[in-house]
């Protein structure tokens, strides 16, 4: 039977307060420090096109049944046509992302800026924590949890009495790490450079392929069952208003 602890006001005050304090405080300062390392860029005139014939796709499928059926074949033809049509890609002219990372030189440094001030702040901050706070049992949660849990919330804590509600004080680190997203958003707004999540997803990819998400575009289009739903308007507002008026 797992056993309940009594925790120490001194753990509270020395232990979870400051950790949590310098956890937010690291990432206010690193927002500032990538803010200070981004460089301006030029957007691309071809980028910034082909993004917007994508959306001009998209809103012409998802309103596709509320324009007459000439009207959508035109457009179709026009945004997907084998030999001049805006949504298609030679084989020839498809260009990898990764490969026109590494011959943009400033894509490279930008990426490598971002990745710098994501891991060495993290690297310096669990190496504090695992000097100092290693070994303390610093919080407890409010409600059950499974067995589950315990390689989670007890990281450090090698102790199989200890009831999975525990959280250890290396857990509680990682439990900022990826959880004070929202607090963050609240003190720097929205478009912040403070989510771990994002840029660990964002070093395994190189970013935007236009000519795959062209070629996914012109198949979705090419598979649209076009149906006018204008004409059945006024049957559907009868049934509506005869069900009103019974």
Same mark, same amino acid.
């Given at each position: 039977?797992?056993?309940?602890?009594?925790?120490?006001?001194?753990?509270?005050?020395?232990?979870?307060?400051?950790? $949590?304090?310098?956890?937010?405080?690291?990432?206010?300062? %690193? @927002?500032?420090?990538?803010? +200070?390392? %981004?460089?301006?860029?030029?957007?691309?005139?071809?980028?910034?096109?082909?993004?917007?014939?994508?959306?001009?796709?998209?809103n012409l499928r998802a309103a596709a049944n509320f324009i007459p059926p000439k009207s959508?074949?035109?457009? %179709?033809? @026009?945004? $997907?046509?084998?030999?001049?049509?805006?949504?298609?890609?030679?084989?020839?002219?498809?260009?990898?992302?990764?490969?026109?990372?590494? $011959?943009?030189?400033?894509?490279?440094?930008?990426?490598?800026?971002?990745?710098? $001030?994501?891991?060495?702040?993290?690297? +310096?901050?669990?190496?504090?924590?695992?000097?100092?706070?290693?070994?303390?049992?610093?919080?407890?949660?409010?409600?059950?949890?499974?067995?589950?849990?315990?390689?989670?919330?007890?990281?450090?804590?090698?102790?199989?009495?200890?009831?999975?509600? @525990?959280?250890?004080?290396?857990?509680? @680190?990682?439990?900022?790490?990826?959880?004070?997203?929202?607090?963050?958003s609240l003190i720097l707004g929205e478009e912040n450079a403070t989510d771990d999540t994002?840029?660990?997803?964002?070093?395994?990819?190189?970013?935007?392929?236009?000519?795959?998400?062209?070629?996914?575009?012109?198949?979705?289009?090419?598979?649209?069952?076009?149906?006018?739903? +204008?004409?059945?308007?006024?049957?559907?507002?009868?049934?509506?208003?005869?069900?009103?008026?019974?």
């Amino acid at each position: 039977m797992a056993e309940d602890l009594v925790l120490d006001t001194a753990i509270r005050d020395w232990v979870l307060i400051p950790l $949590s304090v310098v956890m937010v405080l690291i990432g206010i300062l %690193r @927002y500032f420090v990538s803010k +200070l390392m %981004r460089s301006f860029q030029v957007p691309d005139h071809k980028i910034v096109k082909e993004g917007q014939v994508i959306v001009r796709a998209r809103n012409l499928r998802a309103a596709a049944n509320f324009i007459p059926p000439k009207s959508f074949r035109s457009r %179709r033809v @026009y945004f $997907s046509n084998e030999e001049n049509g805006l949504l298609f890609v030679p084989k020839g002219q498809a260009q990898n992302a990764q490969a026109q990372m590494f $011959s943009d030189p400033n894509m490279a440094m930008d990426m490598m800026k971002k990745n710098l $001030s994501m891991i060495i702040p993290q690297t +310096l901050t669990f190496a504090w924590v695992n000097f100092f706070f290693s070994g303390f049992v610093a919080a407890k949660i409010p409600f059950p949890l499974t067995q589950r849990f315990r390689s989670m919330l007890q990281n450090g804590i090698d102790l199989s009495t200890v009831d999975v509600s @525990y959280v250890s004080s290396r857990s509680w @680190y990682f439990l900022n790490l990826f959880g004070l997203r929202g607090l963050f958003s609240l003190i720097l707004g929205e478009e912040n450079a403070t989510d771990d999540t994002q840029r660990m997803m964002q070093m395994s990819g190189f970013g935007f392929d236009p000519s795959k998400s062209l070629s996914a575009e012109k198949d979705g289009l090419d598979i649209v069952q076009h149906e006018w739903a +204008l004409p059945k308007f006024e049957h559907r507002a009868e049934a509506v208003l005869k069900k009103l008026v019974s």
